[in-house]
């Protein structure tokens, strides 16, 4: 959505330049995108393509939320009247790469409970890392689990610009699913190479999960 109401789209789209310049306040139906490639594979609802946007610092909906539009009604870009396709395509994607640049930097949004607010996108291609400790006794472990909900505080208040998908742990270990979407990837380096973090009374190392076992693990 950013993309097509971006600088570098709207140079040369002449069908978002003329609905934008037809309509009230610069406000576009929602509507129109799911008729675009990218959200028609998505099978998306209007209801989804709002929920996706609401995070968005560059893009605003209508009150009713059925509309959208450049954040503040932002002046159209200069028209070009033709770009070479490749001009186009590096065009398009120094202006995704700024996108992407400010929201990678901003902590994850959260609402007034402290819950990650969560867009579609979150949910595909998660990234998975897997922690253990080898601090084991089974005797006096005999009622010890490893506590998940300390494992997600911990990466809120240590890494908060990572989004926890979910996480599932069983006695010793477990696996948390890290969101690829908008990825802070300095932060995401940084956990999947922890060790020796203490949780609860137990040490616990971090990896990133990768290549074979990674297929094992989406096949379990």
Known sequence: MEYYLG????????????????GTGGYIDLALFQKCNNIKKMSLTIEDIATACKESKVLELSEDAKQIRRVDNKALPEKVAFIKKRDAKTATKKEESKVEEVIHDEPVNRDEQGRIIFTIQDFENTLIIHFATQDRDEKKDEDYKVNWKSIEVMIKEKYEKLKVVY???????????????RLNKEQFAE?????????EGKMF???ETKGEVLKDFWQA
């Open 205 to 207: 190392s971090l990896s």
């Open 191 to 199: 956990l999947a190479s922890l060790k020796d973090v203490d949780v």
């Open 167 to 181: 996480t599932r742990a069983d006695k010793y270990e477990g696996d948390i699913a890290i969101s690829s979407y």
């Open 7 to 22: 600088d570098a789209n709207l140079a040369k789209d002449e069908f978002f330049r003329e609905k934008i310049e037809s």
